[in-house]
C-alpha cells in the first residue's frame, strides 16, 4: 500500500523503505492495478452470456415441450421431438445449474450488477417457471416423458435463478 505525500510504501515482502535513501531514487507515481478491475469485467461479461445461453436454451426447451404437447394431443408418434426435448432440456438444466453457481459466487462477494436486459431476463426465468408447470399439467398421464424429465427441479431452479437476479441487481 503506497500513501502519498512523503512516499511511505508497505509491502509484505519488502523491507521498509529506510530513511536515508533519498526521495528522488523513489517514484512517487501511484500504482495501478487494473489486474482486479479487468477480472470483474470479464466476470460480469461471462455472466451476462451464461444468463443469455439460459435463456435462448429455455426458449428452444419451451418450442420442443409445445411440439411434444401437440403431437402428444393429436395421438401422433412424437418419439422424435420428445428426444429432441430430452436433449434441450438437458442442456438447459446444466446452464441453469452453472449459472446459478457463478451468481452465487458473484453474490458472495458482495458486488452488484445491472445490464440494460436485467429486468427481462428475471421476468423470462418466471414465464419459464409457469411454462413448465403448465408442461407437467398437460403431459400428467405421460408416464415415459415425465418419468425423464425432472420438472420439478428444473422449475426450482428458474426460481432460483429468477430470485438471484433479483438479489444481484439491488
Known amino acids: 500500500m503506497r500513501v502519498l505525500g512523503p512516499c511511505i510504501e508497505t509491502t509484505r515482502d519488502i523491507t521498509p523503505l529506510l530513511v536515508s535513501e533519498p526521495l528522488s531514487s523513489r517514484s512517487c507515481a501511484p ?7 479487468t477480472a470483474y469485467v470479464k466476470e460480469k461479461q461471462q455472466l451476462i452470456d451464461n444468463v443469455r ?4 436454451a429455455m ?5 420442443a415441450a409445445d411440439n411434444v404437447c401437440q403431437l402428444y394431443r393429436r ?3 412424437f418419439s422424435v421431438t420428445l428426444k429432441h426435448l430430452f436433449q434441450v432440456h438437458s442442456t ?3 446452464l441453469k445449474a452453472a449459472t446459478s453457481a457463478q451468481i452465487k459466487d458473484l453474490l458472495s462477494t458482495g458486488r452488484r450488477l445491472s445490464w440494460p436486459d436485467l429486468p427481462n431476463n428475471i421476468n423470462a426465468f418466471r414465464t419459464d417457471v409457469g411454462h413448465e ?3 407437467i399439467a398437460q403431459t400428467a398421464s405421460a408416464k415415459d416423458i415425465s418419468s425423464k424429465i425432472d420438472s420439478a427441479t428444473s422449475i426450482a431452479m428458474s ?3 429468477a430470485y438471484q437476479l433479483t438479489r444481484l441487481s439491488y
Open 31 to 37: 500504482d495501478i492495478d487494473l489486474s482486479a478491475e
Open 53 to 56: 445461453s439460459c435463456l435462448t
Open 59 to 63: 426458449t428452444t426447451t419451451r418450442r
Open 75 to 77: 395421438g401422433i408418434d
Open 92 to 94: 438447459a438444466f446444466y
Open 133 to 135: 408447470q403448465l408442461f
Open 159 to 161: 426460481s432460483k435463478l
